[in-house]
C-alpha cells in the first residue's frame, strides 16, 4: 500500500548483529505496530505504538525493541539477532475511526 | 487474552465451489471486531472482510460473506463461485475495542489465527 513502506524488503545478517528495520508511513495514523510471521504460528504481535515515544509490548517483545520518535516512522531494532529471530516482519498501521489496519509489504530477515 | 483458532491448516476445492473457513475464538471482551485477512503468494496482507461485534447482521462483501455467532464464538468465512486467484493464505484475527484518553479509540492490535492455506483447483 502506498501509505506504508516498509525497508529493507530483504536482509541476510549474521547472529549477533544488530538489525534495524524501518517502517514509513504517510497516512498520520496514530498506531502502528510490528508482527513477525513464522510457519504455522500466523502473525504475531511484536511491538506496537499508540504515539510518538509511546510504545508497548506485544505477545512477543523479547529480544526486541522499537522506537518512535516522529508520527511516519517507527523503527523496530533486533539488539543481538539470533537465529531463531529468523522470520518475515510486518508493520501495519492503524487510524481514523473505521479501526481499519493497513500492513506493509514486509521484510523477510534471514540471520545465519 | 484473546486467542483465535483455525482449525483447518489447508482445504483445496474447485473452481466455481462455495467453500467455508472456520475460525474460533475466545475472549471475555464483549466490544471487539473480527477480521479475515487474504495473503497471496506476494506476501501482502489484504483484508477480507470485517464484523463488529455488535452488529447482528452477517457482514458481506460480493462473493465473501461471514457467519458470526457470537455466542458460539465462531466468526466462519464462506467464499461463493470461488476462484483461482482465491488460492491463499487466510487468517482470521481479532481485534478488542479500547477506548483511549484523548484519542478517540484505538486498539492493541490483531490476534491472528494460525491461518488456513486455501487452494483453488482449475
Known amino acids: 500500500d502506498a501509505g506504508i513502506t516498509q525497508s529493507p524488503r530483504h536482509k541476510v545478517t549474521e547472529t549477533g548483529t544488530p538489525v534495524t528495520l524501518r517502517c514509513h508511513q504517510t497516512e498520520n495514523h496514530r498506531y502502528m505496530y510490528w508482527y513477525r510471521q513464522d510457519p504455522g504460528h500466523g502473525l504475531r504481535l511484536i511491538h506496537y505504538?499508540?504515539?510518538?515515544?509511546?510504545?508497548d509490548k506485544g505477545e512477543v517483545s523479547d529480544g526486541y525493541s522499537v522506537s518512535r520518535s516522529k508520527t511516519e516512522d517507527f523503527l523496530l531494532t533486533l539488539e543481538s539477532a539470533t537465529s531463531s529471530q529468523t522470520s518475515v516482519y510486518f508493520c501495519?498501521?492503524?487510524?481514523?475511526?473505521?479501526?481499519?489496519?493497513?500492513f506493509g509489504s514486509g521484510t523477510r530477515l534471514t540471520v545465519v | 487474552a484473546q486467542t483465535v483458532t483455525q482449525s483447518q491448516p489447508e482445504m483445496s476445492v474447485q473452481e466455481a465451489e462455495t467453500v467455508t473457513l472456520s475460525c474460533t475464538y475466545d475472549?471475555?471482551?464483549?466490544?471487539?471486531?473480527l477480521f479475515w485477512y487474504k495473503q497471496p503468494p506476494s506476501r501482502q496482507m489484504i483484508l477480507v472482510i470485517r464484523q463488529e461485534a455488535y452488529k447482528q447482521q452477517n457482514a458481506t462483501e460480493n462473493r465473501f460473506s461471514v457467519n458470526f455467532q457470537k455466542a458460539a464464538k465462531s466468526f466462519s468465512l464462506k467464499i461463493s463461485d470461488s476462484q483461482l486467484g482465491d488460492t491463499a493464505m487466510y487468517f482470521c484475527?481479532?481485534?478488542?475495542?479500547?477506548?483511549?484518553?484523548?484519542?478517540?479509540?484505538?486498539?492493541?492490535?490483531?490476534?491472528f489465527g494460525k491461518g488456513t492455506h486455501l487452494i483453488i483447483q482449475p
Open positions: 501495519a498501521i492503524s487510524g481514523g475511526t473505521d479501526y481499519g489496519y493497513t
Open positions: 505504538s499508540y504515539g510518538v515515544k509511546d510504545t
Open positions: 484475527a481479532f481485534m478488542k475495542h479500547v477506548k483511549r484518553e484523548g484519542s478517540g479509540g484505538g486498539a492493541d492490535g490483531l490476534t
Open positions: 475472549t471475555s471482551e464483549n466490544n471487539y471486531y
